[in-house]
T-cell receptor, first 115, second 117 residues
Framework: KAGVTQTPRYLIKTRGQQVTLSCSPI?????VSWYQQTPGQGLQFLFEYFSETQRNKGNFPGRFSGRQFSNSRSEMNVSTLELGDSALYLC??????????????FGPGTRLTVL | AQSVTQLGSHVSVSEGALVLLRCNYSSSVPPYLFWYVQYPNQGLQLLLK??????LVKGINGFEAEFKKSETSFHLTKPSAHMSDAAEYFCAVSDGGRGSTLGRLYFGRGTQLTVWP
């Protein structure tokens, strides 16, 4: 099976712009989670989607949003970018009927740089 | 709420030496615990997971971890380090308890492992 794919891998934006990141989970996986990784804050949970519904949400401002499509692919959007949004954004997928013990399979991430 | 503390942001060992990376957790429910590894410019790869089946968990690449409830620890070990083990290692605890469908992971701050020849 192909792994989790994320596009684009690298992105450069300027403050005030918006950005959309895409994630394709492993075939058959219905849960998709997003994490932000920065040197200062480490790995932080953004949100989780399951069957097109947001099931869990982290402590991020409303500028961060996401959605999931019927084929389980997910996108996250960040509006009005700030310098502090520069980070590696990781997407992870879990198998159908996911429970807490199911490991999450991570993609390679999208490196976002905000200038 | 769940949380993870990794003691030591940097660990250096010689090739062939024992690797010990420390992880302590806090969880309001019986935890599910994970160790992930991250190589430069890559995502996270699962090394092993604890789901209550056995306290000593064996993972990939010769790594193992022991769950100690009394010490709330889940330390990662490898008997003999290899140059290819140089990477950043993350301990994580899952949100929710048994039967929960919450998949959120709480990560520690990571431990950078350096292996000297």
């Amino acid at each position: 099976k192909a792994g989790v794919t994320q596009t684009p891998r690298y992105l450069i934006k300027t403050r005030g712009q918006q950005v959309t990141l895409s994630c394709s989970p492993i075939s058959g996986h219905r849960s998709v989670s997003w994490y932000q990784q920065t040197p200062g804050q480490g790995l932080q949970f953004l949100f989780e989607y399951f069957s097109e519904t947001q099931r869990n949400k982290g402590n991020f401002p409303g500028r961060f949003s996401g959605r999931q499509f019927s084929n389980s692919r997910s996108e996250m959007n960040v509006s009005t970018l700030e310098l502090g949004d520069s980070a590696l954004y990781l997407c992870a997928s879990s198998p159908e009927g996911t429970s807490s013990y199911n490991e999450q399979f991570f993609g390679p991430g999208t490196r976002l740089t905000v200038l | 709420a769940q949380s993870v503390t990794q003691l030591g942001s940097h660990v250096s060992v010689s090739e062939g030496a024992l690797v010990l990376l420390r992880c302590n957790y806090s969880s309001s429910v019986p935890p599910y615990l994970f160790w992930y590894v991250q190589y430069p410019n890559q995502g996270l790869q699962l090394l092993l997971k604890y789901t209550s089946a056995a306290t000593l968990v064996k993972g990939i690449n010769g790594f193992e971890a022991e769950f100690k409830k009394s010490e709330t620890s889940f330390h990662l070990t490898k008997p003999s380090a290899h140059m290819s083990d140089a990477a950043e290692y993350f301990c994580a605890v899952s949100d929710g308890g048994r039967g929960s469908t919450l998949g959120r992971l709480y990560f520690g701050r990571g431990t950078q492992l350096t292996v000297w020849p």
